[in-house]
């Protein structure tokens, strides 16, 4: 088989592909929700901030808004 009769390989598939920016978009808010939890956990856990709606949502919400400016750059 020549060069010229190969099938794509896997990264040029890849690299050719643009995705729904939706599903980025799901997955960086999920993500960043559940490491907000985490984050907010364990510093209620040691006794720095409470373990509260309010301070889990502005986590997920600074984590969401830091990933989407770096990876939309």
Known sequence: M???EEPEGFSEG???SQG??????VM???LSTLFAV????GLSFIGIVEYTLINV???????FAAT???TMT
């Open 38 to 41: 985490s984050i907010i956990w």
């Open 28 to 30: 960086n808010l999920v």
């Open 57 to 63: 949502a502005t986590a997920a919400i600074l984590l």
């Open 68 to 70: 989407y400016a770096v």
């Open 14 to 16: 890849v690299s050719s």
């Open 20 to 25: 729904d920016p939706r599903v980025l978009l």
């Open 2 to 4: 020549t060069d010229a």
